[in-house]
């Protein structure tokens, strides 16, 4: 079947534009997780979903980061007021469910650009 | 922030040679994992090595992990251009998420 997919592939804004990153898991897929890679490193945790619970938002950088899972499926993130040094690879990842060999399943990713 | 390191950071070799990332950690896990990172891609599971393994072998691909020095080791062995990507090992302890290494480049010339 389909992979996680995310879009749009590629988001140039402007300083203090508003921006909303779209993520469609693996039909079935209970947990989904947001990552953002910043260039040459590994990514680096932002929010955890099971279904449609936030369970952990402790990777979110700051207040102008929310990320939603309002029908435990599709989910958004969605950054307000955005700088430069939010310019990154937003991935995200699905996963079947909560299980001890917690494989993930990653998207092609979201490259923001931030001038 | 990053659970640890990667080296080298980059990795350059012939096709047909050996290939030996390392990766260490810092806080305890439930397993490791090795994935790799095409330029401009999504990342792709290679492999999945638990706490209480200490080798693992996949294809062409084997994984060691010491708990006791909190480091693992990938070896992709008879290399192909078709390799070359970027290689990240990946911690899960008791938090759902993974903690990510920073990374391998390699590079396999034909």
């Known amino acids: 079947g389909a992979g996680v997919s995310q879009s749009p592939r590629y988001k140039v804004a402007k300083r203090g534009q508003d921006v909303a990153l779209r993520c469609d898991p693996i039909?079935?897929?209970?947990?989904l997780f947001w990552y953002q890679q910043a260039l040459g490193q590994g990514p680096e945790f932002l929010t955890y979903?099971?279904?449609?619970?936030?369970?952990?938002k402790s990777g979110l950088p700051s207040d102008r980061f929310f990320a939603e899972r309002p029908e435990g499926s599709v989910s958004t993130l969605k950054i307000q007021r955005t700088q430069q040094e939010d310019s990154a690879v937003y991935l995200c990842?699905?996963?079947?469910?909560?299980?001890?060999?917690?494989?993930?399943?990653f998207g092609p990713g979201t490259r923001l650009t931030v001038l | 922030s990053q659970q640890g390191e990667e080296d080298p950071q980059a990795l350059s070799i012939q096709e047909g040679e050996n290939a030996t990332m390392n990766c260490s950690y810092k806080?305890?896990?439930?397993?490791l994992q090795w994935y790799r990172q095409n330029s401009g891609r999504g990342l792709v599971h290679l492999i999945l090595?638990?706490?209480?393994?200490r080798e693992k072998h996949s294809g062409r691909l084997r994984v060691t992990l010491d708990t006791s020095k909190k480091s693992s080791s990938l070896l992709i062995t008879a290399s192909r251009a078709a390799d070359t990507a970027s290689y990240f090992c990946?911690?899960?302890?008791?938090?759902?998420?993974?903690?990510f290494g920073s990374g391998t480049q390699l590079t396999v010339l034909p």
């Open positions: 990842a699905s996963s079947l469910a909560i299980v001890k060999d917690n494989e993930q399943f």
């Open positions: 990946a911690t899960s302890g008791s938090a759902r998420q993974l903690t």
């Open positions: 039909s079935g897929h209970v947990s």
């Open positions: 090595i638990r706490s209480n393994e």
């Open positions: 806080t305890s896990i439930n397993n």
């Open positions: 979903f099971q279904n449609e619970a936030q369970l952990d």
